[in-house]
């Protein structure tokens, strides 16, 4: 059997997730964070979020 592998790169895939289950997210900067009572890096942000440096 032959082995294949695919990578598929979804960008801002969680942000976007977020900005369609609650539309009031729509159009506005998003990040997504992975510990929310600590310190924590942004996993993904949104492209409006992207537009004020957001990475």
Known sequence: MKRIIMHIDMDAFFASIEQNRKP????KP???T???DGRSVI???S???RAFGVK
């Open 24 to 27: 009031w997210l729509r159009g």
């Open 30 to 32: 998003v990040g997504v």
């Open 34 to 36: 992975g510990n929310p």
């Open 43 to 45: 996993a993904t942000a």
């Open 47 to 49: 492209y409006e979020a």
